[in-house]
T-cell receptor, first 114, second 112 residues
Framework: GQNIDQPTEMTATEGAIVQINCTYQ??????LFWYQQHAGEAPTFLSY????GLEEKGRFSSFLSRSKGYSYLLLKELQMKDSASYLC???????????????FGKGTKLSVIP | DTGVSQDPRHKITKRGQNVTFRCDPI?????LYWYRQTLGQGPEFLTY????????KSRLLSDRFSAERPKGSFSTLEIQRTEQGDSAMYLC??????????FGPGTRLTVL
């Protein structure tokens, strides 16, 4: 079975740093994704971790520990436009070569306040 | 721009009616996925195409749902005899580098 947990809601102040955690228990694992989703819009790709460690991309960083089934998304220098839901998703391969299934958590709704 | 368009963007229908959604990748992509997302939930996998072959179907895809990708380019998702529980955002995604999936803008379905 697949189980992906992340906090439902978080609030942070503009200019601050926030860390959104994700824990997972899945049968099969290839990598972990983070997507950003503004209200009423489709998810947009933020980051992808396959190996353990930290991946930095501008104001956003993502960390993965495969042995612990744990990831986090770190957002620095928060801006009002960062108010959105952040979705953690685990990728696992299908039987067909090169094909992958994404299983999503329920998302963390981040509110950035002045 | 993710290179995926979906049509319509919004659809309001009455219970019992049939609806069809279309997904158009801008360029050819082998792998195309459909997801459904309800309020407060993450996207849930519905089905997957590799070229024109439908290789995976979720148990969420009841017999009222059918998907096609006739020429391995665009795809359609049809829901017959819609129910209020079908109200959701229907998302199409293409797989680009590695296993990264990029989503189209989605079709929001409201069943009255």
């Amino acid at each position: 079975g697949q189980n992906i947990d992340q906090p439902t809601e978080m609030t942070a102040t503009e200019g601050a740093i926030v860390q959104i955690n994700c824990t997972y228990q899945t049968s099969g694992f290839n990598g972990l994704f983070w997507y950003q989703q503004h209200a009423g819009e489709a998810p947009t790709f933020l980051s992808y971790n396959v190996l353990d460690g930290l991946e930095e991309k501008g104001r956003f960083s993502s960390f993965l520990s495969r042995s612990k089934g744990y990831s986090y998304l770190l957002l620095k220098e928060l801006q009002m436009k960062d108010s959105a839901s952040y979705l953690c998703a685990v990728s696992r391969p299908y039987s067909g070569a090169g094909s992958y299934q994404l299983t999503f958590g329920k998302g963390t709704k981040l509110s950035v306040i002045p | 721009d993710t290179g995926v368009s979906q049509d319509p963007r919004h659809k309001i229908t009455k219970r019992g009616q049939n609806v069809t959604f279309r997904c158009d990748p801008i360029s050819e992509h082998n792998r195309l996925y459909w997801y459904r997302q309800t309020l407060g939930q993450g996207p849930e996998f519905l089905t997957y195409f590799q070229n024109e072959a439908q290789l995976e179907k979720s148990r969420l895809l009841s017999d009222r749902f059918s998907a096609e990708r006739p020429k391995g380019s665009f795809s359609t998702l049809e829901i017959q005899r819609t129910e209020q529980g079908d109200s959701a955002m229907y998302l199409c995604a293409i797989q680009l580098r590695a296993d990264t999936q990029y989503f189209g803008p989605g079709t929001r379905l409201t069943v009255l």
